[in-house]
T-cell receptor, first 113, second 116 residues
C-alpha cells in the first residue's frame, strides 16, 4: 500500500530556477527520507528528516516536514541540468521494522539548460 | 568500496523458469531488502532481513524466496517465473540504527527482468 504520494508527478524548469516537490503521507512516522534516481540507475539517498525536526538543509537541498499535515517538501535551489532525475519520498511506518520504507511514486524533474 | 552489487543487470526468462538474483554488500550492514519497481507503482518491498539467518516478508512476497546465510549476501529466488514478475529489482542495505532513529538505504543498480 502506498504511504507517500509526491506532487507534482512531473516538473520541467530552466537551469538556475528552484524546484519544489511535495510529499504527503498517511500514518504516523519516525522519519522521512528523500531519494534521487537517475535513469537506469539505483536510488541515491539525499536527506533524512526525523519526526521531531521541522527543517533540514544539505547543500542546495532544503527539506521541511509538517507532521500535523503529514507532508514534506523538497526544495532544490539554483537547479542544474545534472539535477534531472526522479525524486522519491520514503517513510518508515510506526511499528514496522527499521529499514522497511514505503516509497511514493516519484516526481520526474527535468532541468533544461 | 563497491557498496551494493547486483547481478545480473539484465535477464530474460520464459514463464515457469526459475532463477536467482544476486545481491552482495561490503559495508557490513545488518539490514538488507529487495524491492521491485514497476511503472506508475513506485517501489514495493518484497522481502527483508535484519541479520544473518533472519528473513521476513514485505508487501509483495508471493512467488519469491530469500535466504541470508551471511551478512554480505541476500539472494532473491524466483521459483516459477510469471509475466507479472517482469520488473526492475533493487537490492538495498543499511545499518541498523533502531526504529526511531532511521538509517539511509544504499541501493544497487538493479536487475531488469523480463518474463515472456
Amino acid at each position: 500500500s502506498q504511504q507517500g504520494e509526491e506532487d507534482p508527478q512531473a516538473l520541467s524548469i530552466q537551469e538556475g530556477e528552484n524546484a519544489t516537490m511535495n510529499c504527503s503521507y498517511k500514518t504516523s512516522i519516525n522519519n522521512l527520507q528523500w531519494y534521487r534516481q537517475n535513469s537506469g540507475r539505483g536510488l541515491v539517498h539525499l536527506i533524512l528528516i526525523r519526526s521531531n525536526e521541522r527543517e533540514k538543509h544539505s547543500g542546495r537541498l532544503r527539506v521541511t516536514l509538517d507532521t500535523s499535515k503529514k507532508s514534506s517538501s523538497l526544495l532544490i535551489t539554483a537547479s542544474r541540468a545534472a539535477d534531472t532525475a526522479s525524486y522519491f519520498c520514503a517513510t518508515d511506518y510506526y511499528g514496522g521494522s527499521q529499514g522497511n520504507l514505503i516509497f511514493g511514486k516519484g516526481t520526474k524533474l527535468s532541468v533544461k539548460p | 568500496n563497491a557498496g551494493v552489487t547486483q547481478t545480473p543487470k539484465f535477464q530474460v526468462l520464459k514463464t515457469g523458469q526459475s532463477m536467482t538474483l544476486q545481491c552482495a554488500q561490503d559495508m557490513n550492514h545488518e539490514y538488507m531488502s529487495w524491492y521491485r519497481q514497476d511503472p506508475g507503482m513506485g517501489l514495493r518491498l518484497i522481502h527483508y532481513s535484519v541479520g544473518a539467518g533472519i528473513t521476513d516478508q514485505g508487501e509483495v512476497p508471493n512467488g519469491y524466496n530469500v535466504s541470508r546465510s551471511t551478512t554480505e549476501d541476500f539472494p532473491l529466488r524466483l521459483l516459477s517465473a510469471a509475466p507479472s514478475q517482469t520488473s526492475v529489482y533493487f537490492c538495498a542495505s543499511s545499518r541498523f540504527e533502531g526504529q526511531e532513529w532511521g538509517s539511509p538505504l544504499h541501493f544497487g543498480n538493479g536487475t531488469r527482468l523480463t518474463v515472456t
